[in-house]
């Protein structure tokens, strides 16, 4: 390898002219004089620059991958034109791996490999080489880039990333059907040589599978593999390079394949008669028992239907499938009885649901076996003659009464007795007995049909022989209705007439309830009362459709004769015996228009006039107010008038008690109380028509009235107080007057306080509340013992 690196770069040196040639001495570089790899030149003229051959040439330098020698790997040596060998330039290396994989000797510039490379870790390197003066440490030539690849070798073997891999095909696939491609990959460099060209070939498979060596395709190649006779296979492959020639590297990998199963076998029963043992006691339903046929195939391939041919005793027995076992399940379908049949026999059929087309040819895919089946004799408890017993009874029956009967047998060999019980679904319960030898059922009390129309309860029957063998039976009772309620008129028991109602016309249609209950339905007859049959004024029509109408008699009602008509009603249901009652209806006169409807049945109604719309009744009342107010303002009017001519009169003077603003009038204060009915009975004659003026106060010192004639002084009130109470012409208004006549000729003197002169201390006033009660405000003014008050006027 070493040889083949120096003949490369004799081959540079004589195509370019020497790897480092020299370059002509040139002074201090500049900007302007720093020679260039190509130079310019114009049409015509000269060119101002001289080209100049650069004095680095460069190839790529080759290093032999996995060097194991003792020295280090020598790569090729660098030089420059300059360098006269004085020992004045030294060479630098720097870039991928400069120091660490590459070292120079900056002297001769020979570059060596220090450690062994690997090409599949790294492929080349890049590294930049620079002449230097040793004295003045300035570059003598442009720093430039060089690469040394790494050469390859073939030290790397194919191998199969995806590996291991797993396939199926379908069984009794033809030859050649596609199973799966491998992969093999080399790392070695495939553009040199044949390191990395890989052939593929089977060491382990044969002779059930083949492999293209090229594209690593596998393919079957033996004919009708079948799954149930083998169905895995592990398949080893090899991948080598150089082509498969001898001293290639090898990989290898390995395959499983699986053969996939196909519907190519049909089921098969392992033999042909099957028994199977029942007891006569089985539940409707219930599994008795199971068959299984055969099928080598999988999943659904495998997956059997099984039906029972029609035959001796397969209409009792039914088969379905266990999707788990794909065991077939034969169910009872109907109740076995051994007494009646001990044994049945009858085939089954068993077939694939999923067939496939390609193999029909092989024969059908179904097979048949027989089932015979044994029924065990089992000790039953009793058999009741019906599943349900229906009876009735009536309400009144009496207690004891035997009303049905129920029965039990025992069907199995050596019959045993049978015992009666009822169960009663509540402790309660007790309307009924049983004879527990017998079955007879009887009335326990008396019923009530209002109260339970019906029982429901169980009967249960014991074996004597065995009593945990029970059976039970339902009874029914129904309790008859015995009529002995009365027919009654259902609502409403009040309707209207109109007063212009016509003779003959139904006025409502009632119909009846009975609380009784007849099994063919009820028939009410309606009629009018015998009392009520007399001059009616309204009869009762009998539709005979359990209904009847209340029909008119007169022509015409009025509501100012008799408001409300009482009409009783008989009632009679057709049961036995016979019930009737007798209904009041209340039947209301109203007033309606000339179309029947009712437009007021009020009693106030009645005063009004017939025929008046709401707008007229309106109008007259407020024609009737409006009268009232004027008359009321005018007696009012005269009543003002009067009143002040009588203030205003001077003919009679009378003293009155009044109220005066004035603070400390006392007694002189006498305009707020009317004396002028303590006049002499010869006075008042003479004036017989009585005016309240208004008379000058006056201030006159009070009178003490001798003790004496209280007795006089209460005749005389009283006889004032009779007259003045019959008087028509008395005031209309209230007044505080004190009956005391101050004038000549007064028997009783002065009653008046005004010229007392004595103090309200002296005088006891408590008598006059025994005059009544017009004289106890009097009798509270003065009558009370208190301090005098300057600032309240009495």
Not at 114 to 124: G, M, Q, T, Y
Not at 345 to 363: M, Q
Not at 495 to 524: H, M, W, Y
Request: charged fraction near 25%; hydrophobic fraction near 35%; glycine fraction near 6%.
């Amino acid at each position: 390898m070493l040889t083949r690196n120096c003949l490369s770069l004799l081959l540079w040196v004589l195509f370019d002219g020497g790897l480092l040639t020299p370059l002509q001495p040139q002074p201090p570089r500049t900007a302007a004089t720093e020679p260039r790899e190509n130079a310019v030149h114009l049409p015509g003229q000269r060119s101002h620059f001289q080209r100049v051959k650069r004095g680095w040439v460069w190839n790529q330098f080759f290093v032999l991958e996995e060097y194991m020698g003792s020295e280090p790997q020598y790569v090729g040596k660098l030089h420059s034109d300059l360098d006269k060998g004085e020992g004045t330039v030294k060479y630098t290396l720097s870039g991928d791996g400069a120091g660490t994989v590459f070292t120079i000797d900056e002297t001769t510039g020979d570059i060596h490999a220090i450690r062994s490379l690997d090409r599949e870790e790294k492929p080349f390197y890049t590294l930049r080489a620079q002449a230097v003066d040793i004295e003045t440490k300035k570059p003598l030539e442009p720093e430039s880039e060089f690469i040394i690849k790494v050469q390859d070798i073939n030290d790397n073997e194919p191998k199969f990333l995806d590996g291991p891999y797993v396939a199926s095909v379908p069984e009794m696939s033809p030859v050649g059907a596609y199973v799966l491609q491998v992969k093999a990959t080399d790392a070695d460099d495939p553009t040199y040589g044949n390191s990395a060209r890989v052939v593929y070939s089977i060491l382990q498979g044969q002779p059930y599978f083949s492999i293209d060596p090229k594209t690593g395709i596998i393919r079957t190649a033996l004919p009708n593999m079948d799954r149930e006779v083998k169905e895995q296979y592990q398949v080893l492959i090899q991948a080598k390079d150089m082509g498969g020639q001898l001293g290639g590297l090898a990989g290898t990998t390995i395959v499983n394949i699986t053969l996939t199963d196909v519907n190519d076998n049909p089921p098969r029963f392992p033999k042909s008669i099957f028994h199977l043992k029942v007891p006569e006691s089985s539940p409707i339903g219930s599994a008795i028992g199971r068959i299984r046929a055969v099928d080598p195939d999988f999943g659904q391939n495998a997956e059997i239907e099984y039906n029972i041919v029609p035959g001796d005793g397969g209409n009792l027995f039914d088969i379905v499938t266990d999707e788990d076992t794909q065991e077939g399940v034969i169910k009872l379908k109907k109740p076995l009885d051994f007494e009646t049949k001990k044994a049945y026999t009858f085939k089954v059929e068993a077939s694939n649901l999923h067939l496939d087309h390609r193999f029909h040819s092989a024969g059908p895919f179904k097979d048949t076996a027989t089932v015979k089946i044994s029924v065990l004799d089992v000790d039953e408890p009793p058999v009741f003659s019906k599943p349900l017993y229906t009876m009735e009874v009536y309400e009144d029956t009496p207690v004891g009464t035997v009303i049905g009967a129920v029965t039990a047998q025992d069907l199995d060999v050596g019959s045993s007795a049978v015992r009666y019980f009822i169960d009663w679904k509540r402790d309660g319960d007790s309307s009924f007995t049983i004879d527990g030898t017998e079955g007879t059922i009887a009335t326990n009390e008396l019923l009530d049909r209002e109260s339970t129309a019906q029982y429901n309860f169980s009967i249960i029957a014991r074996k004597v022989s065995n009593p945990l063998l029970t059976s039970k039976v339902n009874v029914l009772i129904n309790v008859l209705d015995v009529n002995e309620f009365p027919p009654e008129i259902s609502v409403p028991y009040e309707t209207a007439v109109c007063e212009n109602a016509k003779p003959g016309q139904i006025i409502q249609t009632v119909s009846a309830a009975d609380r009784d209950l007849s099994p063919s339905g009820q028939q009410f007859s309606f009629r009018l009362s015998p009392e009520a049959a007399i001059k009616p004024n309204f009869t009762v029509r009998d539709f005979r459709n359990n209904t009847a109408g209340i029909e008119t008699r007169r022509n015409g009602y009025s509501r100012r004769q008799q408001e409300l008509y009482f009409l009783p009603v008989v009632i009679e249901d057709s049961s036995y015996p016979v019930q009737s009652s007798t209904n009041t209806m209340t039947i209301r006169v109203c007033r309606c228009d000339s179309d029947g409807t009712i437009l007021s049945c009020n009693v106030e109604a009645i005063f009004l006039p017939v025929g008046l719309s709401t707008g007229a009744l309106i109008a007259i009342l407020l024609c009737i107010v409006i009268l009232l107010a004027i008359v009321v303002l005018y007696v009012a009017l005269r009543r003002q008038k009067k009143k002040d001519t009588l203030m205003t009169s001077k003919e009679d003077i009378r003293d009155n008690v009044i109220h005066c603003d004035d603070e400390g009038g006392g007694e002189e204060d006498t305009q707020a109380f009317d004396i002028g009915a303590l006049r002499k009975s010869k006075v008042i004659e003479e004036n017989k028509i009585r005016r309240d003026i208004k008379p000058d106060s006056l201030c006159l010192p009070r009178q003490r009235p001798p003790v004496e004639d209280n007795t006089d002084i209460r005749d005389f009130i009283n006889q004032r107080l009779q007259d003045n109470d019959g008087d028509p012409t008395a005031p209309p208004y209230d007044s505080l007057a004190t009956y005391a006549y101050e004038g000549n000729g007064s028997t009783a003197e002065s009653l008046s306080s005004i010229d007392s002169l004595t103090t309200d201390a002296d005088q006891d006033y408590d008598y006059l509340a025994d005059w009544g009660p017009r004289f106890k405000v009097l009798a509270d003014m003065f009558g009370e013992e208190e301090s005098y008050n300057p600032d309240k006027v009495t």
